[in-house]
């Protein structure tokens, strides 16, 4: 595989170059490592967005958006289309990067806490999540983009952090960040849903490398006057009305493929910022079942098709206010 952060690069700089465009901001901060703002003080968009999700693809998925309907109501949705979803779902979008870190300009640096969530392929320059053992894949490359789900642009102690870890200089660090409660944040968070069918199969012991191709759809959440509640509404996109279409060339572990839909817990059924709240938004609380697409399709090639789950709209409606 070629590497994931040279291919994210490019798309960088696709965004830099139609900045104005895509309403979204570029600045370079004093260490030269570059943040993009595609929604937390920009007001970015919908073509943001998708971009956003190219990056954090690594450029391995198609993304584009278009209209649908949810309780009569038209609604946005992106849909995504990979042949590469091990790594381009697991080692490169999923938000496998926990951001807590001080800053070290403020008097108290222990009380000032940048908060985050990263995803992109400067997961692989790191690579010691599960699925990089696994899949016995480590990127190289003299660049790192980490996308940044958080409601404030990073620090420079953020900005020295992702260096120090994906052993590069700070001036080759490139960090596009958006908040949840944003336009480019709903967008990003409805191109997920293949990720989460992927990734449940991959914590269920399915080898992720027989997961020849993922396409998927999700609404785009309207987005809310909170990040709490925005958090709550994209996963309520996902869970209550993402569908998933898998391919996959092993037919072996087929009983876990039911377990792939979020309609198997007994959460299931209640919109997600009542859940959430319950654990006081402590979401390791929850088991990881709960953040499953809401219907799954697999084909095993040469075998049998069977789909699970199914779209709830009465939760959506709810969710998103219609």
Request: proline share 5%.
């Amino acid at each position: 595989m070629e590497s994931l952060n040279r291919m994210a690069t490019e798309l960088v700089d696709e965004a830099l170059e139609f900045t104005d465009e895509l309403a979204i901001d570029a600045y370079e901060l004093e260490s030269g490592t570059t943040v993009l703002d595609f929604g937390v003080e920009a007001i970015g968009g919908t073509e943001a967005g998708l971009l956003l999700t190219e990056i954090q693809t690594a450029g391995l998925a198609t993304v584009s958006s278009s209209i649908s309907e949810i309780g009569g109501t038209p609604r946005p949705v992106v849909d995504l289309s990979t042949d590469h979803p091990a790594f381009s779902l697991l080692c490169s979008q999923k938000a496998g990067w926990e951001l807590s870190i001080g800053d070290e300009s403020a008097s108290d640096a222990d009380e000032t806490v940048y908060e985050g969530l990263g995803s992109g392929p400067a997961r692989a320059l790191v690579a010691t999540e599960e699925e990089f053992r696994q899949l016995a894949y480590a990127d190289a490359f003299d660049f790192a983009v980490l996308a940044i789900e958080s409601d404030s642009l990073p620090t420079p102690a953020v900005a020295a952090h992702v260096a120090t870890m994906c052993d590069t200089e700070a001036g080759q660090v490139f960090l596009p960040t958006a908040s949840t409660a944003s336009i480019a944040g709903s967008v990003t968070m409805a191109a997920r849903a293949g990720e989460l069918a992927t990734f449940r199969a991959f914590e269920l012991g399915y080898d992720p490398l027989d997961i020849l191709s993922v396409s998927s759809r999700a609404p785009v959440a309207p987005v809310a006057e909170s990040e709490e509640r925005s958090i709550a509404r994209t996963n309520d996109a996902l869970v209550y009305g993402g569908q998933v279409h898998l391919t996959v060339e092993s037919d072996a572990g087929s009983e876990l493929f039911s377990k792939l839909v979020s309609s198997a817990p007994e959460e299931y059924g209640t919109p997600l910022e009542t859940v959430f709240d319950e654990v006081d938004w402590a979401f390791e609380e929850l088991p990881a079942s709960v953040f499953a697409p809401a219907q799954v399709t697999v084909d095993v090639v040469g075998g049998p098709t069977r789909s699970f789950g199914s779209v709830n709209e009465e939760i959506l409606v709810e969710s998103f206010g219609l």
